[in-house]
C-alpha cells in the first residue's frame, strides 16, 4: 500500500509538468475574430512550447510540458488557413492557449508565391521601397511576405512592424532575427520577442513546410543556443506530413560548403536532404546570390533599398513553388515607375533588315509595382497613318523584349513610325514611339581598330584614352540579347567578334559567356557556366578567361566556345566572387583573398596563390597591373599589393576610405588613380605610398576606373553623374548630371542617387559612358557639356568597349548594343 501511495503521489506530482500548457485550435466559422460557440475545433495542427512539438487531437486540444526557455506557445498555421496570431506569450496564470484560424484559399493552394525582403536596417526610417512592395503585393497576390533580418537595433524594431505588418501589406508578414536585431537587453533577442514574437517557428502552405530559424551570433549575446534550435527543430522536422517538401529561412547560410546541414555541433548534426527540402533563403550578405548545395537551393538575396556590398541592384525575391513543389524565382527591383523605352530601331537613323530579312524590335520595359504583362506594337507611316503591321513582342529577360517582323516591300526606303504598349499586371501602361526610315538591305559600315582585351582594354586600365576615330553624331548598327542579364561585364572587342558574360541570381541560373559577330551582332556561340559571371572577363591571344560567383575559371576558346581548361578557385570561406579577373603576357591572374591566383594562360596550371591575406566581403575590384605590382581588394578590408611574380604581398592600404572602396584603379604616369569612398588617390604602385589625397566630399563608393588625360581626371559618382578634376590643381573643373538612377547600387545609399557605375572613354575628344539611368552619355571632354544622351531604357553597369569606328555597350536587360559613325542624317525632326 505505502508503495502504490508513492506511486499515485509521482504521477500526481509530474501531471502538471506533462500538461503545464493547454489549449484548443479552432476554426472561426462565422470569421468574426472572436472566439465563440460556432468555432469549430480543429485536429492535427502542429503546436510546439519551443522544444516539444505536438498535434491538436480530434477536440482540437493539445497539451505541452513546456521547458526551462519556453517563453511562447507557437502553431504550425495549416495549409488553407490563416490567423492573427500564431504565437502567444506565455504568462504565469494563463491557464489556456487557444488559437483562432479562419479559411484561406492563397494558402491552400499547391502552387503558390511569396515574397522575401532582407537587410531593410531601418535606422532611418523606411522609403518609397514601402510603396513599391505593397502595390506589387496587391498586384500579383503572393501568399505571404517574409523578412530574412537585419531590421536593425531598437528604433527599427520598434518602427517596422508598424509599417510592414499583414494589414498594411494585405497579406500574412512573418520576421526573422538578424544579428543587428539582438540588442541591449536582459538577451539580445528580448526586445524582438517583444514585437515579433517567437525566432523560431513554421506555417504550412500548400505542400511545402516552412521554416524559420534564428541566427546564431551578433551584436549581443543570445539567451538560446545552437542546440536548443536544433533540439525543436528535429521534433519539427519529424512531425511533417508524409510527402510534405520544406524550405527554410534564416539570416544567413547554414553552410558554405557543398551539402546543406544544421550543425549544433559535431555530435548534433541535422540534414536537410531527408526532409525533401528545396531551398534555405537567407539575407545578411548583401548581395544577390543562388548555389545548388547538394540538391538544395541556397537563395541570398541583397537589399531593396540599397546597394549591396558587392553593388548588387536594390531588389526583392518573388519564389514560386509549382504543383510539383520545385520553386522558380524573380529578382523584382524596387524604384522603377512604369516605363517602355524603344531600343531598336533607333528614332531618327535608317535602319535595314537582319539577316533574316526582317526589321528586328527590341523594346527595354519595366515596372517595380507589378510583372509587364503584355508589349504590343504597331507600324505605320506617319504621313498617311497607315497601318504596315501589328503584333505582340516575346520576353528575353526580365527587362527585355523583342520581335522580327516583315516590311511589305513598297515601305522600302520610306518613313515608318513604331509604337509600343507595354501593359502591366496592375492596370498601368508605358507607351513609346520613334520613326525611322527603312531601307531593306541596309548595313552601317563596321571597320574595328585595336583589340579590346579587358576592362579597358588593358591589364593597366588605360584604354580610357584610345585611339580609336569614333565620334558623334552615332548610328545604332545593331542589338542583340545575351539571354539574361549583363552586370559589370565590360564587353570585350577581338578578332571580328564581340565577347560579353551574363548574370543570373535566380535558380534558373542562365548564365553565359556569349560571343556575337561584330558586323552582323549574329549569335556565334554560348558557353553556359555553372554559375554567374558578374565582372570582368578578358581575352589574350585567342582564348576568353572569365570567372564565375561560385568560383570557377574558364578558359574558353574564342574562335569555337569551347572549354580548353577550368579551375575550382578556393577562397576558403564563403565561395562567391564577384570581382574582375585580367591576364598579362600568357597569365591570367584571377580570385581574391587566399583564392588570388596566377594561372597559365594556355594550360591552367597554378603559378603561384597568395597565403598573405583573406577576403571579406564581396567586392567589385577588377585587378590591374602596375610595373610589377598586381592591384588588388575586398571590401571593408583593403587595397593590396602582390608581386605579380611570386606572389607576395607587398603592402596594404585600409584608412581614409580606401577600406571598402568599389572602384579599381589605373594605372598612368607611374601612379595608381582611384577614387575611393569621399576622395581621389594617387598611390606608389611599389610601395602602396599615398602620394595624394584629394577631399571632394562627394560619395565616390562607385565602380569607376577614372580616365587620366593630359588635362583632366573624370570619373563616374554616387550622386551626382560624371565629374572632371583639373590634372594639375585636383580642382573641380565640370559636373555632367545625370538622370536620377533606375535603381540603386551603391553600398548603403538610400537616398536618391544619380549613379554613375562605368568608367569613361574618351574617343576624339567625347568622352563616352553608361549611367545607372539607362542614358549612354556623350559628354565634351574640356567643358563637361552634355552633347548627346541616347536612352537604352535599362540601367547600364557595364563600361563600354571601343575599337577602330564602332563602341559596343551592353545595358542590364542583356542588351549589346554596337554604334558606330553615322552615315545618314534624317531631313525630318521628330
Aim: charged residues 15%.
Amino acid at each position: 500500500m505505502k508503495k502504490l501511495s508513492v506511486i499515485l503521489l509521482s504521477l500526481i506530482l509530474c501531471l502538471p509538468l506533462c500538461a503545464q500548457f493547454k489549449g484548443t485550435v479552432y476554426i472561426d466559422s462565422n470569421q468574426s475574430g472572436i472566439l465563440d460557440k460556432s468555432d469549430k475545433p480543429l485536429m492535427g495542427v502542429m503546436v510546439t512550447d519551443g522544444l516539444n512539438v505536438v498535434k491538436t487531437d480530434k477536440k482540437g486540444r493539445f497539451s505541452l510540458p513546456g521547458f526551462a526557455k519556453t517563453r511562447f506557445i507557437t502553431i504550425t498555421t495549416p495549409a488553407g488557413f490563416e490567423t492573427q496570431q500564431f504565437y502567444l506569450p506565455t504568462q504565469e496564470n494563463r491557464k489556456t492557449y487557444d488559437f483562432l484560424l479562419t479559411e484561406s484559399e492563397r494558402t491552400q493552394s499547391k502552387e503558390h508565391s511569396f515574397i522575401q525582403i532582407t537587410d531593410t536596417e531601418a535606422t532611418g526610417g523606411l522609403g518609397r521601397w514601402v510603396t513599391d512592395l505593397k502595390n506589387y503585393i496587391n498586384s500579383e497576390k503572393p501568399a505571404f511576405l517574409i523578412h530574412t533580418g537585419d531590421i536593425c537595433y531598437e528604433p527599427g524594431l520598434q518602427m517596422h512592424n508598424r509599417i510592414v505588418n499583414s494589414q498594411t501589406m494585405n497579406c500574412p508578414v512573418y520576421y526573422c532575427i538578424g544579428n543587428h536585431d539582438l540588442v541591449k537587453g536582459n538577451y539580445g533577442e528580448e526586445l524582438y520577442e517583444s514585437i515579433y514574437g517567437p525566432t523560431w517557428y513554421s506555417f504550412d502552405i500548400g505542400n511545402i513546410h516552412y521554416v524559420v530559424t534564428p541566427i546564431d551570433h551578433g551584436d549581443n549575446p543570445t539567451d538560446y543556443t545552437l542546440k536548443d534550435v536544433y533540439n525543436w527543430l528535429k521534433n519539427d522536422l519529424s512531425s511533417m506530413k508524409k510527402g510534405q517538401a520544406l524550405i527554410i529561412f534564416n539570416h544567413d547560410l547554414f553552410t558554405p560548403n557543398d551539402t546543406l546541414v544544421f550543425k549544433a555541433d559535431n555530435q548534433h548534426v541535422l540534414d536537410f536532404c531527408p526532409f525533401n527540402a528545396k531551398a534555405q533563403i537567407y539575407g545578411h550578405m548583401h548581395y544577390n546570390y543562388v548555389r545548388n548545395q547538394n540538391g538544395i537551393y541556397t537563395i541570398c538575396t541583397g537589399t531593396l533599398d540599397k546597394g549591396g556590398i558587392d553593388h548588387s541592384p536594390s531588389s526583392f525575391r518573388d519564389i514560386k513553388v509549382d504543383a510539383n513543389d520545385n520553386i522558380t524565382t524573380q529578382l523584382r527591383y524596387a524604384f522603377v515607375a512604369p516605363q517602355t523605352t524603344i531600343v531598336f530601331p533607333m528614332k531618327q537613323q535608317k535602319v535595314g533588315t537582319n539577316t533574316d530579312g526582317q526589321l528586328s524590335i527590341s523594346v527595354n520595359a519595366y515596372n517595380s509595382q507589378a510583372k509587364t504583362q503584355q508589349i504590343s506594337y504597331i507600324l505605320t507611316t506617319p504621313e498617311s497613318n497607315e497601318e504596315v503591321v501589328r503584333g505582340t513582342l516575346t520576353p528575353l529577360t526580365d527587362w527585355n523584349w523583342t520581335a522580327n517582323i516583315s516590311i511589305p516591300s513598297d515601305k522600302n526606303g520610306k518613313e515608318l513610325k513604331l509604337t509600343v504598349t507595354s501593359s502591366f499586371n496592375d492596370g498601368k501602361k508605358a507607351t513609346d514611339s520613334c520613326s525611322f526610315i527603312y531601307e531593306n538591305g541596309f548595313k552601317p559600315s563596321i571597320i574595328p581598330g585595336e583589340n579590346w582585351n579587358t576592362l579597358l582594354q588593358n591589364a593597366a586600365h588605360t584604354g580610357g584614352i584610345n585611339h580609336s576615330n569614333l565620334h558623334l553624331p552615332l548610328q545604332l548598327a545593331w542589338t542583340a540579347n545575351a539571354g539574361s542579364n549583363i552586370f559589370m561585364t565590360s564587353p570585350l572587342i577581338a578578332d571580328g567578334q564581340v565577347f560579353t558574360a551574363t548574370t543570373d541570381d535566380n535558380v534558373s541560373l542562365n548564365t553565359y559567356i556569349c560571343a556575337f559577330d561584330l558586323n552582323s551582332g549574329n549569335p556565334v556561340w554560348k558557353y553556359r557556366t555553372e554559375n554567374s559571371i558578374k565582372n570582368t572577363i578578358a581575352y589574350e591571344d585567342g582564348i576568353i578567361v572569365a570567372q564565375d560567383a561560385a568560383c570557377h575559371l574558364y578558359a574558353i576558346d574564342a574562335k569555337t566556345g569551347q572549354l580548353l581548361w577550368k579551375q575550382r578557385i578556393n577562397l576558403d570561406s564563403y565561395p562567391y566572387l564577384t570581382e574582375g579577373l585580367t591576364t598579362d603576357n600568357g597569365v591570367v591572374y584571377a580570385g581574391i583573398g587566399v583564392g588570388l591566383s596566377a594561372y597559365d594562360l594556355k594550360t591552367g596550371r597554378i603559378l603561384w596563390t597568395n597565403k598573405d591575406w583573406r577576403q571579406r566581403e564581396g567586392s567589385t575590384t577588377t585587378l590591374t597591373i602596375a610595373d610589377g605590382v598586381l592591384i588588388s581588394g575586398t571590401q571593408w578590408g583593403g587595397l593590396y599589393g602582390n608581386d605579380i611574380h611570386t606572389g607576395k604581398q607587398l603592402w596594404k592600404l585600409s584608412d581614409n576610405g580606401l577600406g571598402n572602396r568599389g572602384a579599381s584603379p589605373v594605372y598612368k604616369d607611374g601612379k595608381l588613380w582611384i577614387i575611393s569612398s569621399k576622395s581621389l588617390f594617387t598611390i606608389d604602385p611599389k610601395t602602396g605610398t599615398v602620394l595624394q589625397q584629394k577631399d571632394l566630399s562627394i560619395n565616390l563608393d562607385a565602380t569607376s576606373t577614372p580616365l587620366v588625360t593630359e588635362n583632366e581626371i573624370i570619373f563616374g559618382t554616387v550622386e551626382r553623374g560624371v565629374m572632371a578634376l583639373d590634372k594639375s590643381t585636383l580642382f573641380n573643373k565640370w559636373k555632367a548630371e545625370t538622370l536620377p538612377s533606375l535603381v540603386y547600387t551603391a553600398p548603403y545609399s538610400t537616398t536618391p542617387q544619380a549613379g554613375v557605375e562605368t568608367s569613361p572613354v574618351a574617343s576624339q575628344g567625347t568622352v563616352f559612358i553608361g549611367a545607372s539611368d539607362g542614358y549612354l552619355y556623350a559628354i565634351d571632354q574640356s567643358t563637361g557639356i552634355i552633347k548627346e544622351k541616347l536612352n537604352l531604357g535599362a540601367p547600364i553597369f557595364s563600361t563600354v568597349a571601343v575599337s577602330g569606328n564602332c563602341m559596343i555597350v551592353c545595358d542590364y536587360s542583356g542588351n549589346v548594343h554596337c554604334f558606330t559613325l553615322a552615315q545618314f542624317l534624317p531631313p525630318y525632326a521628330l
